[in-house]
């Protein structure tokens, strides 16, 4: 490019800049521009960039910030609380006062110190208590089953017991407060001794009155499951449960009786087709079934291929396979009789479980009919056949058996019938554990539409000895939680739940100790959750359900029963109502709890308990008439002491914390004085001085100034004269913390006593009185002010505020 083409574009920029109206003309050289940059780069390397971006923020509000600066510049930071410089030793003056004033900074920092650790200590203790409170809440979310046990580490109407009770509306539905009645009647005999009566039963009957055919089908399953031998209270429940597999033979036999009814139902709907006759048996009923179910669906699937021919007119396979369905393996044994030669193997296997139904079938017999299904029945087309083989011989377990079972009843049977022990040399056989887990992980609520159909999944799980997951599963619903609830309540008192090693677990936990898939129910919890609804509208209800807990240890080893009885309390503070009231007499009027008191649950230990939480709360109040209640009067003695020391020197207000504390004391005075009571000589001296205060204040208060001198020369705590003073001083250091905290006001109250009357003295005619006894009576009242004065700088204690001062001032105004 040469020059001339350089100047040609230099012109027109410069002609475009001229005829734009946006930006002004910089009319600068090269130089110029350079240097004015330079410029604006020192002062912001000076100043710094965020100094700028506060000078154009300020500046745009009318703000001069290097003033402002400039302003603050010129204070001078406060010299009050700076470390003093040391002076010499010879400046006996300054060093005195550098001493003094030394000791007042040491004293404010240390006191500066405490107060802020004291603070954050609260502020730690209220964190902990918010967290717990919601840890609470994070634990019994945890509704779904956990798949390990969480240890968190440091981590609330018409009642049964009195229709007017409580005062509120009930909190309990038509279905709980039949369960509730039920409950209460049960730890009524309980608490009496009596035998006790199966609750399994009694809830069973409940729940008939609510005409509702699933929950009844769910007690008939419990009703079945519970029929066992006892389990000792000693042994574990769960794991005597997966060593002996109680729950097997009941789960089948439950089972078998259904579909024998179902056969019944079935039957009874169609006899003419049925053609049932003869004499009734289960032979007989199984063939009219099998003949109806031939005559009904044809050849379809199940019929298609049936083999060996026909006993009494009916298929064999058929008819063996529905005697055993039933349950009756006698009938299915003359059935085989019946056909004839052939089956000697299968025969002997029903005839030893026929004649020793609870022995081990013979090992050798089994293995033939395994090796007979291997060769033979494995192909065979009659599907009847194939599933006798496999339930008799234990064969193929794997093998569905779609075509006869076509219900879940039908499928578990089966699977329950191939069941062995876990100790069996053969990798063929089903384990109880393995039946479990099919149920509970590999198959699961989705497979089984359980949130569709719950009462069913919930059957499942029981029937295969998984009890504590169902009862989980079927709380998670609030039209069966409360039958849940129940069930688990029930075992819970036939030793049937497994429960965890610590309450603070989920509701549903895995043990690794205990055989997969099994889990824990914290039974605990779910009574907690479940009472949570109506503890507050129904106490004596909720009282009930804890008492199912007493058997229960928390983390510090106390009994549930009592700590839940106590947090209760502290919800609902109907303390009468649940621990009864002290009579005039000293004695306490009966409460709730005391219809559980046995040797193990003491009404005075849960007074105890819960005075103990209003203390850590600082609810003194509440906490003098639980220790009251518990009969522990030295506590009780010592927390009204400490109240009345904070509010003794108040004028008396109707329904103040003074006139109610005045009240306990008068109470407590009445009951204790002259009887026999447990507590300190000093508490109790305590005690009487400051009801003594109190009604000094209340004299004072009422202007009844010749009365309160009179409790004054009575107790003698301060000087009326100088010759007092040194009783007093002596009288002081004998003295509790509580009084010691009234002293100054008393001194204060006595002061404007005395320095009342001297103006009054000073105000009277003297013509009408005789003048040296007003002298006398002035002299008096000075000394008096002097003794007061005297008393409050010798006695070891620090006068709160302007106290000496006021003194002080009131002295020299008697002068």
Not at 162 to 171: A, H
Not at 194 to 210: D, G, K, N, T
Not at 298 to 304: D, E, P, V
Not at 796 to 805: A, F
Request: a neutral charge; aromatic letters at 8%.
């Amino acid at each position: 490019m040469d020059f001339n083409a350089l100047l040609q574009q230099a012109q027109k920029l410069t002609h475009e800049t001229q005829v734009s109206d946006d930006l002004p003309r910089v009319e600068r050289t090269l130089p110029q521009v350079l240097q004015a940059t330079q410029e604006l780069h020192s002062r912001v390397t000076q100043t710094g960039a965020q100094d700028m971006q506060a000078h154009i923020l300020l500046g745009s509000n009318g703000i001069d910030l290097p003033k402002i600066s400039q302003k603050l510049e010129t204070l001078s930071s406060r010299k009050t609380f700076e470390p003093l410089d040391p002076i010499a030793t010879t400046d006996v003056q300054n060093f005195l006062r550098n001493e003094k004033e030394n000791a007042i900074l040491a004293v404010i920092e240390e006191v500066h110190k405490n107060s802020y650790m004291t603070a954050e200590t609260q502020k730690w203790e209220h964190m902990m208590n918010d967290w717990k409170q919601e840890k609470v809440k994070l634990m019994n979310a945890l509704i779904g089953p956990s798949q390990n046990w969480i240890d968190i580490r440091k981590g609330p109407e018409q009642t049964i017991l009195n229709e007017t009770t409580f005062g509120g509306r009930s909190s309990l539905n038509s279905q709980e407060m039949a369960y509730a009645r039920e409950v209460h009647e049960y730890n009524k005999l309980v608490c009496e001794g009596a035998m006790r009566p199966s609750l399994i039963q009694r809830f069973a009957q409940v729940a008939e009155s609510f005409n509702d055919s699933r929950v009844n089908d769910v007690w008939e399953v419990m009703k079945y499951m519970t029929n066992v031998t006892p389990i000792p209270r000693s042994h574990d429940p769960m794991k005597v449960r997966c060593s002996q597999h109680l729950f097997i033979n009941q789960a089948k036999r439950y089972l078998e009786n259904r579909y024998k009814i179902f056969m019944q139902t079935v039957i009874s709907e169609h006899l003419r087709e049925a053609r049932r006759g003869g004499i009734p048996s289960v032979l007989n009923l199984v063939g009219s079934f099998v003949g109806l179910k031939l005559a009904t669906h044809g050849l379809n699937s199940s019929f298609i291929g049936l083999q060996d021919g026909q006993v009494d007119g009916k298929p064999l396979w058929p008819m063996v396979y529905y005697c055993l369905r039933c349950g009756d393996i006698a009938s299915a044994l003359k059935c085989m009789q019946m056909a004839g030669q052939g089956h000697e193997d299968l025969i002997a296997v029903l005839e030893e479980k026929c004649h020793n139904p609870e022995q081990k079938t013979n090992p050798r017999l089994e293995l033939q009919i395994r090796m007979q299904y291997k060769r033979q029945i494995r192909n065979a087309t009659d599907p009847y056949k194939r599933a006798v083989y496999c339930i008799v011989g234990c064969c193929d377990i794997q093998e569905p058996h779609a075509d006869i079972a076509r219900t879940t009843d039908d499928f578990l049977w089966i699977q329950l019938s191939l069941i062995r022990t876990e100790g069996d040399d053969s990798a063929e056989h089903l384990t109880c554990s393995g039946l479990q887990s099919m149920i509970l992980e590999q198959y699961g609520e989705k497979h089984y539409n359980a949130n569709e159909q719950p009462h069913l999944y919930f059957q499942l799980l029981a029937l295969t000895g998984q009890y504590e997951a169902g009862i989980e599963f079927l709380s998670r619903f609030e039209k069966y939680r409360v039958h849940a609830v129940h069930i688990g309540l029930a075992l819970n008192e036939l030793h049937l739940i497994g429960g965890p090693r610590n309450l603070q677990e989920p509701l549903l936990s895995v043990d690794f100790e205990d055989p997969q898939p099994m889990r824990r129910l914290n039974i605990a919890r779910l009574i907690m959750l479940y009472v949570k609804k109506f503890e507050i509208t129904d106490p004596p209800e909720a009282l009930h359900y804890f008492y199912f807990l007493r058997n229960l240890k928390d983390s510090e080893g106390r009994n549930l029963f009592l700590v839940s009885v106590a947090d209760l309390a502290i919800e609902c503070r109907d303390f009468d109502l649940l621990f009864g009231r002290m009579q005039r007499e000293g004695m306490r009027s009966r409460g709730l709890i005391d219809q559980f008191e046995t040797a193990h649950i003491d009404t005075r230990t849960v007074c105890e308990m819960v005075a103990e939480k209003f203390v850590k709360k600082g609810m003194f109040e509440d906490a003098i008439k639980m220790f009251d209640l518990a009969a522990q009067q030295e506590q009780a003695l010592r927390y009204t002491s400490i109240l009345l020391s904070q509010v003794v020197h108040h004028a008396n207000k109707e329904g103040s914390l003074r006139e109610r504390v005045q009240r306990m004391a008068h109470e407590f005075t009445e009951r204790y004085t002259g009887a026999e009571k447990n507590c300190d000589s000093q508490t109790w001296a305590t005690f009487n001085l400051l009801k003594e205060l109190a009604t000094f204040f209340d004299y004072y208060h009422g202007k009844n100034h010749q009365s309160a001198m009179e409790i004054l020369e009575r107790i003698k705590l301060v000087p009326l004269r100088m010759a007092d003073l040194d009783v007093a001083v002596n009288n002081f250091k004998r003295l509790s913390g509580e009084v010691c905290k009234v002293i100054p006001d008393l001194l204060l109250a006595t002061m404007d006593i005395a320095y009342t009357k001297f103006k009054t003295m000073k105000g009277k005619d003297v013509a009408k009185f005789d003048d040296l006894g007003k002298k006398n009576q002035l002299s008096y009242l000075r000394e008096q002010a002097k003794a007061l004065t005297n008393m409050a700088a010798m006695v070891p204690y620090r006068m709160p505020g302007d106290t000496n001062s006021r003194l002080i001032q009131t002295e020299i105004l008697m002068h």
